[in-house]
């Protein structure tokens, strides 16, 4: 039996408060890191943005981070990815992105970042419904000290 005064909550909303704390205090962290640093030092926390508004399934956070100009595969522009975007948190409660083996390479207000890219969506069972690994490649400019991606490209490596 709990203590008095002491109220149990049922582990979803545990969960999701845990999950709501860790994207703000995230939010935060990329705020401040934004505000100098070199231009990697913002391509890597621009980067942190995408990764934090893909697995907040905020697909409109998604689309801040592209350019006006975005291009991606079969002619995929900036609203287009918004949408492609909505309609995956739609279809999956849990989404998660997993990146490693990131290469940057800064030139001047351009740069391309390379990637693995572990993407996955479902219900919230312990299995994914999902789940793919790319290969990705992206390019991004900067203008006003602040880093936008203008295209993508990404393969599937299964």
């Known amino acids: 039996m709990p203590a008095l005064g002491r109220v149990r909550r049922p582990a979803a909303a545990v969960a999701a408060r845990l999950r709501a704390f860790a994207f703000w205090a995230a939010a935060l962290l990329l705020l401040a890191a934004c505000g100098g640093g070199t231009p990697e030092q913002r391509l890597r926390a621009s980067m942190d943005e995408l990764q934090t508004a893909i697995q907040a399934r905020d697909a409109k956070a998604v689309q801040a981070r592209l350019a006006d100009d975005f ?3 079969e002619g995929l522009d900036r609203d287009g990815a918004r949408r492609l975007a909505a309609a995956s948190f739609l279809r999956y409660r849990d989404v998660w992105l997993q990146i490693a083996a990131v290469r940057y390479e ?4 351009r740069a391309t970042v390379v990637f693995e890219a572990a993407l996955g969506g479902g219900s919230g069972a312990a299995l994914p419904d999902a789940a793919q690994l790319y290969e990705v490649r992206t390019g991004w ?4 000290g602040e880093w936008r991606m203008i295209s993508a490209e990404w393969k599937p490596r299964l």
């Open 106 to 109: 800064v030139q001047g207000e």
């Open 141 to 144: 400019r900067e203008r006003d």
């Open 71 to 73: 291009v991606g595969p």
